[in-house]
Structure formats: structure tokens, C-alpha cells
């Protein structure tokens, strides 16, 4: 039985170029178009619950975690707000932005 070459060698192509534009992804992708993407998506989350509120509400912190590129934190008001832990490519890492409370308010 020979070793299939072939689909080996097809496969590692793949993923090279995969890896490749995911590379060029995250060196294009500025951290003012990531935190515009998810202030506009917590505009809009807020608007649909009838709160009327401002892009300016959200700002990014550098991230202490391995895999995170920043945290993007929207406030709802003085004592709550949002976060978006996002990847190296801006991707959102959780399913639905965490919800937090600020403490000594």
C-alpha cells in the first residue's frame, strides 16, 4: 500500500493558503474598524430593546488573555455594560457580548 502523497500534499497547500489569508486578515483589519463594527452592533442591539443610545458609549481595552486582540466594552449605563472579547482576526470569541456589572456604584 503507498502513502497517498497526492492528498497529503493537497491538503497542506490548503491550509497554507488558508492560514495565509487569515494572516493578511489580521494585519489589515485596523482596531478602529473593529471597535466601529461591534459599536454599531450594540447600537443596534440597544435600539431594538428601545434604548436610545451612542456609539461613543463603547471603547477597547488591551486584552491580558492569549487568544484576544482587545475587549470591546459598550456601557449601557453607570452600573452595566457589554463585552466583546474579540480574536485576531476581529472575530467575536463568545457566542453573545457578556453582560457586567460595575461594582461600588
Known amino acids: ?6 492528498i ?10 488558508f492560514g495565509l489569508l487569515l494572516g493578511l486578515k489580521s494585519v489589515r483589519i ?7 463594527f ?5 447600537v443596534r ?13 463603547c471603547y477597547a481595552k488591551v486584552s491580558e488573555s492569549f487568544w484576544e486582540r482587545m475587549i470591546v466594552v459598550c456601557d449601557i449605563d453607570a452600573s452595566s455594560f457589554l463585552e ?16 457586567g456589572l460595575r461594582e461600588g456604584i
Request: glycine fraction near 6%.
Open 30 to 36: 485596523t482596531e478602529t474598524e473593529i471597535i466601529d
Open 45 to 57: 442591539k440597544m435600539n431594538k430593546k428601545g434604548v436610545s443610545i451612542d456609539r461613543s458609549a
Open 1 to 6: 500500500m503507498k502513502f497517498p502523497w497526492a
Open 84 to 99: 466583546y472579547p474579540i480574536g485576531a482576526w476581529g472575530q467575536l470569541l463568545v457566542e453573545a457580548p457578556l453582560i
Open 8 to 17: 497529503l500534499s493537497i491538503l497542506s497547500i490548503a491550509a497554507l493558503a
Open 38 to 42: 461591534y459599536a454599531d452592533d450594540f
